[in-house]
């Protein structure tokens, strides 16, 4: 069974960090891209940040550019994402994104996610 | 950056055909991508690249994409239809390509 599976989600202060992962299982891992995508509560969907199979392309939504970065180890089968410098409107579910395309990383859209992992940042 | 447009919301009666749009500037030069998600769920892919289904997504599901708007087809809704739905381009246009979901629109079943 295809499968993702997002930790490392929780309560943190304004301005400290947070590492968030997601395993796979069920699909051979470092043939795909691999994305966040977040969402506030009550909100949409809002794309954080993707990265290709070999880890050669990377791309960041311009409101985490600079605070959060996107890794991954493929011989883990592991998807990461380092916060930094949280802010309060980074509260949000974390979602972990299959890319549907063999060794693509644009244009493709995202056909497998896990249930999320929840980040509360707050005082 | 890229916008994607759609409506907060549609309503459509049982057995009947919904349609929800997507703009953005010359969309149709892009492959959309649709995605539903019911409440307390994971997003599910439903339509990719403009009108391709995956496996499991139901035939009364399907996509079109020309000019500055995208149209989701729902034909003989179903009360398991009821949802939010979100459009999503890959935007290259910028000097850093990334990917734009649109607003979303709930799906109500009268």
């Known amino acids: 069974e295809v499968q993702l599976v997002e930790s490392g989600g929780g309560l943190v202060q304004p301005g400290r960090s947070l590492r968030l992962s997601c395993a796979a299982s069920?699909?051979?891992?470092?043939?795909?891209?691999m994305h966040w995508v977040r969402q506030a509560p009550g909100k949409g969907l809002e794309w954080v940040s993707g990265i290709s199979w070999n880890s050669g392309s990377i791309g960041y939504a311009d409101s985490v550019k600079g605070r959060f970065t996107i890794s991954r180890d493929n011989a883990k089968n592991s998807l990461y994402l380092q916060m930094n410098s949280l802010r309060a409107e980074d509260t949000a579910l974390y979602y972990c994104?299959?890319?549907?395309?063999?060794?693509?990383f644009g244009e493709g859209a995202f056909d497998i996610w896990g249930q999320g992992t929840m980040v509360t940042v707050s005082s | 950056s890229y916008v994607l447009t759609q409506p907060p919301s549609v309503s459509v009666a049982p057995g009947q055909t919904a349609r929800i749009t997507c703009g953005g500037n010359n969309i149709g030069s892009k492959s959309v991508h649709w995605y539903q998600q019911k409440p307390g769920q994971a997003p599910v892919l439903v339509v990719y690249?403009?009108?391709d289904r995956p496996s499991g997504i139901p035939e009364r599901f399907s996509g079109s994409n020309s000019g500055n708007t995208a149209t989701l087809t729902i034909s003989r809704v179903e009360a398991g239809d009821e949802a939010d739905y979100y459009c999503q381009v890959w935007d290259s246009s910028s000097d850093h390509p990334l990917w734009v979901f649109g607003g979303g629109t709930k799906l109500t079943v009268l």
């Open positions: 690249d403009d009108s």
């Open positions: 994104a299959k890319g549907r395309v063999l060794l693509w």
């Open positions: 069920g699909f051979t891992f470092d043939d795909y891209a």
